[in-house]
């Protein structure tokens, strides 16, 4: 049996397979390099497209950059020796258990981070799907709701939501509230408006074009709340060995990033305030949230005594940070896996496992890892942010950061291969059966270029 991105003897001599989970950024680096080195790489992905959070948490105007990752990650996916299958998460359509009894020589775990982390308040249980929304299920929606197939849960964005948060994920999600408001009032109007358009020229700028200020729209806008001042956001990183002027001035970089924005989308933001409690209505839906004032000492966060007060809203979108799906098999610690060895995703109890990128470090956003991506400058996050000189069109940051981190997981597996021999031909052709069972059961006939012009 033959893989269909190989020539007819591929499967014919002996060589290491490997399964990666995964195949967005991270997942199809480290696919595309076992590959080159002979192994016979299986690229799993719960999705329909290997894509990941490039199209499902990247929000929709970062069209450019969008397209040209498609593009990379469709031709990686496409090299000789590599079987994709879609549709396919694991723990619910394949276990791990399985793929460990298929034979594979190692597991590549690069599945990232879509779980959103619990708002963890008082009344969050009770207000979810009743006014409380969250990130990742909140830009799906914004990504596809205008799509004519889109059948997924849908959201009604309301005046004077509110986004718990503080890094660049949760801009996203102030921002996209800001786009959908304004957009709604304005077609309601008679306009014509472009959303994608509407962002990288700016809501300010929208509206001036039109005569009108968003009160005229009758909105006051959407507002981010982060438990830090703006100079302590998560969105400019100190460089490596900085003295203490050099960290005031990222500091300054951050409090100016953050009024750029609020000046072009016209959000709002708060600093110093720390949710407390959701509160919910007589019919059980959000009609507002406890908060209250506080301060940094050193690297704390305290409360400031009788500062309490109630936030009117009826929608709340949390953006606190993504987490690893659990995997039936795999040992977690709180909300991560339990790595033994957190560099390269190692795992005590499993040898041939790997874990990489998101789903070892936690960040729930493409945008911009900085813990992982040291030289991603300040000009980018701005572009990513819509305030800088030009629009996010390269494949620097996130994407960048992740092939880099794809490409240290590859050399990872091949040096924990080379101490182990090759299977033999029956064993990758009993591998491939399994894999052309997958692509039953998903509907997939093996030719990756069709399947993501069809999807």
């Not at 795999?330 to 190692?346: A, C, H, I, T, V």
């Amino acid at each position: 049996m033959s893989s269909p991105n190989a020539d007819p003897n591929f499967l014919s001599s002996a060589r290491h397979a490997v399964a990666v989970v995964g195949g967005a950024c991270s997942g199809a680096e480290c696919a595309e390099i076992l590959a080159a080195a002979g192994c016979y790489v299986t690229v799993f992905d719960q999705n329909p497209k290997p894509f990941g959070k490039i199209e499902d948490g990247l929000p929709r105007w970062h069209d450019k950059q969008r397209q040209q990752e498609y593009v990379k990650i469709a031709a990686k996916l496409a090299k000789p020796g590599i079987d994709f299958v879609p549709k396919t998460a694991i723990g619910r359509d394949v276990t791990l258990a399985d793929l460990r009894s298929w034979g594979y020589s190692a597991v590549v775990l690069a599945c990232g981070a879509w779980r959103d982390r619990p708002v963890g308040v008082p009344g969050a249980d009770a207000a979810a799907g009743r006014g409380l929304v969250y990130q990742n299920p909140f830009i799906y929606w914004f990504n596809h709701h205008e799509e004519s197939g889109y059948s997924g849960t849908r959201y009604r964005p309301v005046d004077g939501a509110l986004v718990i948060g503080g890094g660049l994920a949760s801009i996203d999600c102030v921002k996209a509230l800001m786009l959908e408001t304004v957009a709604e009032k304005l077609r309601a109007r008679g306009e014509h408006v472009d959303v994608v358009e509407m962002e990288h020229g700016g809501i300010a700028k929208a509206l001036q074009t039109r005569g009108l200020a968003l009160g005229d729209l009758g909105l006051r806008g959407a507002t981010l709340l982060y438990r830090r001042s703006a100079r302590e956001m998560p969105i400019a990183a100190f460089k490596d060995g900085a003295d203490e002027a050099s960290k005031q001035n990222t500091m300054n970089v951050r409090e100016k990033l953050m009024k750029n924005v609020q000046d072009k989308y016209l959000c709002g933001f708060r600093g110093n305030v720390i949710p407390k409690e959701i509160v919910l209505g007589a019919d059980g839906n959000v009609c507002g949230l406890r908060v209250v004032q506080s301060r940094t000492e050193g690297r704390n966060v305290v409360e400031v005594p009788g500062t309490e007060e109630v936030i009117p809203t009826t929608m709340i979108v949390s953006s606190i940070g993504s987490i690893p799906e659990p995997i039936p098999g795999l040992p977690m610690k709180g909300e991560f896996y339990q790595f033994s060895d957190w560099n390269l995703g190692r795992f005590a109890e499993f040898p041939e496992l790997f874990g990489v990128g998101n789903v070892v470090t936690g960040q729930g956003n493409i945008a911009i890892s900085r813990r992982h991506a040291k030289t991603v400058s300040d000009e980018l996050v701005a572009k990513y942010l819509g305030v800088g000189s030009g629009p996010l069109d390269g494949t620097a940051g996130g994407p960048a950061a992740a092939e880099d981190r794809g490409a240290a997981a590859a050399a990872a597996v091949l040096a924990h291969l080379a101490r182990f021999p090759k299977l033999e031909p029956s064993k990758l052709s009993e591998i491939a059966g399994k894999v052309r069972g997958c692509w039953s059961r998903s509907g997939y006939a093996g030719d990756l270029a069709a399947w993501v012009a069809k999807n």
